[in-house]
């Protein structure tokens, strides 16, 4: 049964990708049954319907007793304007939903049980209560590798996908990813200007960055726009073999996009959903060749070479099933690579980089030739072992930084380049010695407490790599912040563990 007509109004809280509605305590909807506070309902006007979440409120100043408040994410879901006349009425359950409950469970799921699943996630039919108990009940490696590959075909099922082979005559449609977990860690934005300068297809679509101080798409979005429409998108690839954008506005494997919202203040990347999350974005943007970075360390997201090599085998199995080409390069994780960690920071590692510039980081120049290597010997005219070397002519001789400059303006260049976070500390060496290791986790944790990514010009801009040499008073890293409060955080958090550890010897 539905409500009479309450009038919308646009509530201004940004709710993360969950539909959130507001209404009165003194409503008459109210105080019917099912409509208790964080029950879920369907909103309905000028023949569109949303699934949301309930929330009561005491304050006429956010919705009067006529009125049905929207957060931003139902506001833009419905796409009706403030004062619309519109309807509510409780929401009936998911069809999947004892399909979750088997999960939680134990439960080994069938093909169509995940493809329910996903179907009601995509179409935002579970509140983020529901998305955190499937999140967690497929944690760690509690999916069977047959789920994984149902899990990665139904998150393809349920989004729009890309299809080049008009374009590229039957040739590779190559792409590169890393799983993550390394700040700094820009390679894609410099694997894409290679390959594609080699005039290979490269459709990169990124996720922003989930539990790291930024993202490929958070990065190059201080250069370009990345949030490209699926059309639009199609064009850009079309007109300079590349992009390096953010998967999400296409369209490409939503459901992903909706679980990533809670994986992030969870802080869960679990071996089985990064494979479906990886594999279905590439697959939707059409890839037929993929090289996939591993990066191992004891501060990154695979601990040890045993647990790189389950994770490998995973994500082979299924791309197999998919017909996807995988090159699995299992790399150092040890340490951050390149010297910024944050939005604004690595995008100037990636230009220095681009423009053979002598300040450039070595460490990331050198990987993303040997990721760019690998990519280009996909193409079938190129040795095996030649692939580095024309990867590095490309960068040396510029062609690969004009080609980024192509795809810079091909996406929608900024007018206006953000700028670093003037509030800034030093954090300094209380003795002498060499830096023998570098936490991760430590260094992306303090760059995320200084604002990154939401704030692009946050981050931590690294003076020292393992094995440098460093003298008591100097300076290991400098973090950058815009807001007194978010460097007062970072500096906290540094000055309990900065993330270093020296070893005995250097400088005096």
Known sequence: MESQDLRIRRVAIDTWRESVVYLHRECEVVRAAGFQALSKVTVRANGRAISAVLNVVDDADIVQPDELGLSEDAFARLNVASGHAAQVSPAESPVSLPA??????GERLSREDLKAIIRDVAQAR??????????????????????????TEAMIDVGRRLDWQHAVRGGPVVDKHCIGGIPGNRTSMLVVPIVTAHGMLCPKTSSRAITSPAGTADTMEVLAEVELPFERLQQIVRDTNGCLAWGGSADLSPADDILIS??????????????????????????????????????????????????????????????????????????????????VLEARDVMRVLHNDPAAPADLREKSLRLAGRVIEFDPDVRGGDGWRIARDILESGRALAQMEAIISAQGRRAELPTLGALTHEVIAERPGIVGAIDN???????????????????????????????????????????PADLTFACDLAARDNGYLLQAGGAA
Not at 453 to 480: E, F, N
């Open 100 to 105: 979750l409950h088997r999960k939680i469970a």
């Open 262 to 343: 809670v994986e992030r203040p969870l802080g869960i990347d679990s071996p089985g959903q990064m494979v479906a999350s990886i594999l279905s974005k590439k697959i939707a943007a059409g890839s037929t060749h993929l090289v996939l970075d591993i990066p191992v360390g004891p501060t990154a997201k695979v601990r040890s070479m045993p647990a790189a090599q389950r994770l490998r085998k995973l994500f082979e199995y299924v791309a197999s099933y998919l017909n996807l080409h995988l090159d699995v390069m299992i790399t150092d994780g040890s340490q951050p690579i390149g010297n910024g960690i944050g939005p």
């Open 441 to 483: 986790l430590r260094l992306a944790r303090i760059a995320r407490l200084a604002g990154a990514p939401q704030v692009s010009g946050a981050g931590v801009d690294l003076l020292r790599k393992v094995g440098d040499p460093v003298a008591a008073g100097q300076a290991l890293y400098r973090i950058h912040a815009k807001y």
């Open 126 to 151: 579970y509140s983020k209560i529901e998305l955190a108990a499937f999140v967690v009940a497929t944690n760690g490696y509690d999916l069977e590798r047959d789920e994984v590959l149902y899990l």
